[in-house]
């Protein structure tokens, strides 16, 4: 593997995220196939895995706990080399009572080592609604560039999985740090306020 670029939309409504994997690869030709894996996380496990520019359906059964392994073809890039291209949707989490989430997207990932460490192996974008506020993320070199609506990544490894912890911002109601600085600045006023009537001079 030489390079591997996810691109995850969670803008699309329905409850799901699109999520589309391609790798660069070395040492195989198109026609043969690649080792991968696909970690389970429960309500975030793909039902279904589309591999190909053709979105041919596969297959990727459970092998041992929550992994699940398969054997995908590998197909003519347009540069002329080996490269495999996944598809799939990843079902999103309903706010919990505190009016945040956390969602997981695993990540299907090729089996062995990659060709080269190099600090931009992988390759991410995920966008999310305008409605959320992303309070953590994992990989933690996931952030916003350029837009609040997109989170971008680049990484010397694959992860297995990306994790958002999020509110949407009409549930969020006003953040506490607002909230903690507002009962702040009310104490140093009452605290003023007595203050100066005890300074200040009393009427006869």
């Known amino acids: 593997m030489t390079s591997a670029r996810l691109q995850a939309d969670l803008t699309g409504g329905g409850g799901v995220a699109d999520v589309r994997v391609e790798y660069a690869l070395s040492g195989v030709a198109p026609g043969d196939s690649v080792a991968v894996t696909l970690l389970d996380y429960g309500l975030a496990m793909p039902t279904h895995v589309r591999a190909g520019e053709a979105g041919e359906a596969a297959s990727v059964p459970v092998v041992l706990g929550a992994a699940r392994r398969a054997r995908l073809a590998v197909e003519r890039a347009p540069d002329g080399g080996a490269r495999l291209v996944v598809a799939y949707q990843v079902p999103l989490p309903a706010e919990g009572d505190g009016g945040g989430a956390v969602a997981h997207l695993p990540i299907l990932t090729v089996d062995g080592a990659s060709e080269a460490a190099t600090p931009e192996l992988f390759q991410a974008e995920v966008r999310v609604p305008s409605g959320w506020t992303v309070t953590e993320a994992f990989p933690t070199g996931l952030v916003p560039v350029g837009s609040e609506s997109a989170l971008h ?27 903690l600085n507002a009962v702040a600045l009310a104490c140093i006023a009452l605290v003023g306020i007595a203050g100066w009537r005890q300074l200040a001079p009393r009427r006869p």
């Not at 010397?156 to 909230?179: C, H, I, K, Y």
């Open 153 to 179: 990544a680049e990484l010397p490894v694959v992860p297995s999985v990306v994790t958002l912890r999020f509110r949407t911002r009409a549930a969020g109601g006003v953040p506490l740090p607002v909230v």
